[in-house]
């Protein structure tokens, strides 16, 4: 699932059970000249509140599980009936404290309370504001001025360390509490009256990097959340009491959105887990439970390495591959493995369901482009300086319109303006050509984003910093081929007059300033940069002869 900044998600299917199922597939409708489509199926939206539709489950479906974790050698539940009582409790408990609208920060690595914690924001009308555990005390200070959160729930790290001594000293001491306790704490706490949420209301602050460094909040609707979660799911085979195993990061639009709410949409199930550990967590799918995996390609490589020549008995009904650059090897690898087609999508945090390919779509199609525009989706390829739509086979930029996308940046109207102006079309940033059967394909970054392993990087953050440094007359970060990761970061620099700086000691330089993910791990040293006539860095070529060059040497430091 994605992250769904730029990844692509791909997922494999049958043709039979897709069938079997009533997906519906392929398209052989044309287009006309300009790269223009507009997908059908949006009076067909959930007009559900996330309170509404959890209510609706655990009625119908009430002793089915919702969610199982790890525990003693094996694993527990929770059924949707325990689900809705627990989160109802938080609920009340969060409503005492708080007013519908307000914001509740989580900082923590995933966890069984993490999702309680989610279901207890919406049921008492509050934005569920996600941290990134790989912040640095100033990531999360930008984000806590932003968004003022009542309170914000501290967890663990990504090595388990607790997080709620940094939270107190950078959010105030006063409103940080402990995420493991998050229970038994609403079950002393004054409980307050728990408000009418309706589906329009905002329910998701999603944190997204642009190209100015600073961290921007995507605020995401009930409504944008839930049919999103339900679009990827009908892109899937969708069966009675599936259960996911993706261990993406819940503070992701993947693990909020894709999988704790893709659950919810089909009453289906998820594995919770807080770290992923390869060995630990692919030994998960042994317990007979999983039907369905995913998570960026790293992962379901281990799971296919995992499986070994158990893969095609392994009763596994689907693969989800996002948040990265998805390889051609990789995709041949799950056919080939899982004996099944491939679907490819395109989205973003700011509209989490844009584009995907259909089951019966031709090799080339699935493996070349991101298919068409979703149920309610309005896409547009346009000239960038113009916003008029391109002919079809031309590059410009995909803006999109539909009930999917953001109200807009929490806090930062200008920052909105930018990207959603008064017609309702998201510059999405993105660079992509349209065929003449309305398929997508994505063709680069304009905003220069390099997703390493499921993580987006954004140059323009670390190249602030790195200008700051009196060794460096220039830099820019680019992204390196890798086979695993999908990309790497890579420092290529330009010294200033007199100095020697390593590539460790920029390194070391940058270690408290942005997250570890975002660290260059190859230092290129070079006497200047290619420059546009109007004095841009042409990123492609340096990104180009980068990869070049690493190919020739691989060393540390080229």
């Known amino acids: 699932m994605q992250e769904l900044s730029t990844g692509r998600l791909v997922t494999a299917l049958t043709v039979e059970q897709a069938m079997s199922t009533g997906t519906t597939i392929g398209s ?27 209510a609706r489950q655990a009625d119908r479906y009430g002793d089915r599980p919702a969610l199982w974790w790890p525990a003693d050698g094996g694993l527990a539940k929770l059924t949707y009936a325990e689900l809705a009582a627990a989160a109802g409790t938080v609920a ?108 329009g209301d905002p329910f998701l602050i999603q944190f997204t990097s642009g190209t100015t460094g600073r961290s921007k909040g995507a605020v995401l609707t009930h409504q944008a959340v839930l049919n999103a979660a339900r679009e990827r799911n009908r892109r899937d085979v969708i069966g009675p009491a599936d259960t996911w195993l993706n261990p993406v990061p819940y503070h992701h639009i993947g693990g909020s959105c894709f999988v704790i709410l893709g659950g919810l949409v089909d009453a289906g199930a998820f594995v919770v887990v807080e770290k992923y550990v390869p060995a630990e967590t692919m030994r998960l799918l042994d317990h007979g439970v999983v039907n369905r995996i995913g998570g960026v390609p790293t992962m379901v490589i281990d799971a296919l390495d995992h499986l070994g020549d158990r893969a095609a008995t392994a009763g596994l009904r689907s693969v989800a591959v996002g948040g990265a650059t998805v390889t051609q090897h990789l995709v041949e690898r799950i056919r080939r493995t899982l004996g099944a087609p491939v679907i490819n999508t395109y989205a973003q945090s700011e509209c989490p369901a844009i584009t995907s390919t259909e089951i019966d779509d031709d090799a080339a199609t699935i493996a070349g482009t991101v298919g068409r525009p979703v149920a309610g989706v309005e896409v547009r390829i346009v000239d960038p300086a ?32 930018e990207v959603l102006p008064a017609d309702g079309y998201l510059r999405t940033g993105d660079l992509a050509s349209m065929d003449e059967f309305g398929n997508v394909t994505f ?116």
């Open 28 to 54: 052989g409708r044309r287009i006309g000249p300009r790269s223009e489509w507009t997908a059908q199926g949006g009076d067909e939206l959930l007009t559900d509140s996330v309170p509404g539709l959890l």
């Open 92 to 199: 009340r408990a969060l409503a005492g404290r708080a007013a519908p609208g307000e914001r509740v920060a989580v900082w923590s690595r995933n966890s069984v309370e993490w999702v309680v914690l989610e279901y207890g924001c919406a049921l008492a009308g509050l934005i569920l504001t996600p941290f990134n555990t790989a912040w640095t005390d100033a990531e999360v200070d930008h984000a806590n001025r932003l968004t003022t959160p009542a309170l914000v729930f501290a967890g663990t790290g990504p090595t388990g360390d607790s997080l709620a001594s940094r939270a107190a000293g950078v959010c105030g001491d006063g409103i940080v509490l402990d995420l493991a306790g998050v229970r038994d704490w609403a079950a002393g706490a004054e409980p307050g009256e728990l408000p009418e949420v309706a589906t």
């Open 443 to 558: 063709q680069g970054r304009v905003r220069d984003v390099i997703i390493r392993g499921g993580e987006n990087v954004y140059p323009a953050e670390v190249e602030e910093c790195l200008a700051a440094h009196p060794g460096i007359a220039s830099a820019v970060l680019v992204g390196i081929d890798d086979e695993r990761l999908g990309e790497r970061v890579a420092g290529v620099v330009v010294r200033a007059p007199g100095s020697a700086v390593t590539g460790p000691e920029l390194t070391e330089y940058l270690r408290d300033k942005v997250a570890r993910f975002k660290l260059p791990e190859v230092w290129r040293f070079v006497d200047g940069l290619p420059m546009t006539a109007s004095g841009k860095v042409r990123r492609f070529v340096v990104r180009d002869a980068t990869n070049a060059e690493l190919a020739a040497a691989r060393p540390a430091e080229l």
């Open 386 to 417: 113009t916003g008029e739509a391109v002919p079809i086979g031309t590059v410009g930029e995909i803006r999109t319109r539909s009930p999917y996308v953001m109200r807009g940046y929490w806090g930062m109207p200008e920052q909105t303006a």
